[in-house]
């Protein structure tokens, strides 16, 4: 486990690694546009930032901003930095599921990906969607295989998964259900109530 837990750690590195030459300067897309806005004021009415409104990531993204004070810098950087948390944590998803060698092939072709890269120096908010999304499907992994400690862990990231991208979430169901099949109905009903608790923290804000 050290040495996977090091492994991931230089992928992690490496990834970040790739994203320290380029520096836009710009704000990529009107999407891109409309979350920078949504840093100053929280208005879908007003696309600021566009339906489905990704509450969390601009709460997130205000969060980081208060160290950066640039929207367009502040944004880049989540890419980034969740971009090299995406190819460590396919990694160690690939050990779960298979093996080393399928974890570390998983990373180099996520690394070597020009379209990943691209999204992770820019002010969208792709990056940290794959990241969260590989996170939820471990997690899911082992309350499949019976490891049921993870069911409540698993829940919190599916609404975490949700307020950051609420697609995200309705995509994950088939898994999640799947996953939850194997709980057993009062286990299963115990991970959808805390489910339920966390999207409605950002639904009922949203």
Known sequence: MKKDGLIATLLFALGLYLHIPVKWQILYHWD???????????DVAAGQPHMPGYILYVYLARLVNGIFHNPQTTLVVISAVSSA????AIYLLGIMLYSRLTGFLAALFLISSPLFLFYGEIALPHTLDAF??????????QVSRGKHNWAIAAAICLGIAGGLRPQTELFLAPLALYAGWKLGWRRGLMALGVLAIVDLAWFIPL
């Open 85 to 88: 948390l995406a190819i460590a």
């Open 132 to 141: 969260v999304v590989i996170l939820c499907v471990g997690m899911l992994f």
């Open 32 to 42: 891109s546009i409309n979350f920078a806005l949504a840093l100053s004021k929280f």
